[in-house]
């Protein structure tokens, strides 16, 4: 009876405790709701790594990721030199002449970005879409950032991922992005700036002549 009273005093702990954890996780997620809900303009330089598991292939990049709101996005890419994803408020644009110098895609429709732009996709109503664990607090490059695990609770074009935000400015610093293709995306951003003016050519793409312009 004893052993009995002792693991269901374990059980409940450990319960109470998972319960702690996941409201440390919503409450980290919502100041972080609402810090970037009041920015109007960011940039930021990133390292972007994928590893497409299905080929057994990695591939790495830098360069400069911007946001204006509501809806316009940037990610123009330095190495590989002219790769972009572009969201002008209306349509996606992707254009890697790393891979194909002739070919760009157009994603249409508004609010077609969320693949790309993963502080608007992670931080807009987390606690409804998403089932969050808290996993403590770690350190990167001096920064020290709140670890949060995040599952969608209905597809979301990937499986999971996790953040890290930054313990004093509350924003995302890092992320590692499990895909539905198996394939996982790791960022990590530095030299954030906030609201910043922004010249309206960033958030525009006119397709390099010749190239073909595949809409889906």
Request: charged share 25%.
């Amino acid at each position: 009876m004893r052993h009995w009273i002792f693991y269901l005093v374990l059980f409940q702990v450990s319960v109470l405790s998972s319960e702690a954890q996941d409201s440390q996780a919503y409450a980290v997620l919502s100041d972080a709701s609402r810090n970037y809900s009041g920015v109007e303009t960011f940039c930021a330089q990133f390292h972007q790594v994928i590893e497409v598991t299905l080929l057994n292939q990695v591939r790495s990049g830098n360069g400069k990721m911007c946001q204006r709101q509501p809806d316009e996005f940037s990610m123009r890419f330095s190495d590989p030199a002219g790769d972009l994803v572009v969201v002008d408020g209306e349509s996606v644009w992707t254009f890697y002449p790393s891979m194909d110098d002739q070919q760009v895609l157009k994603f249409s429709g508004l609010n077609s970005d969320g693949r790309f732009n993963f502080y608007k996709n992670l931080l807009t109503n987390p606690k409804d879409r998403f089932d969050a664990t808290y996993q403590g607090i770690e350190e990167i490059d001096n920064q020290r950032a709140h670890r949060v695990f995040m599952k969608p609770k209905e597809t979301q074009g990937f499986r999971s991922t996790v953040v890290w935000i930054d313990t004093e400015t509350e924003l995302i610093i890092n992320l590692e992005v499990h895909d539905s293709n198996e394939s996982i995306r790791k960022i990590r951003l530095t030299d954030i700036q906030l609201d910043i003016v922004l010249a309206d050519d960033e958030f525009r793409f006119v397709p390099p002549e010749g190239a073909r312009v595949i809409v889906r």
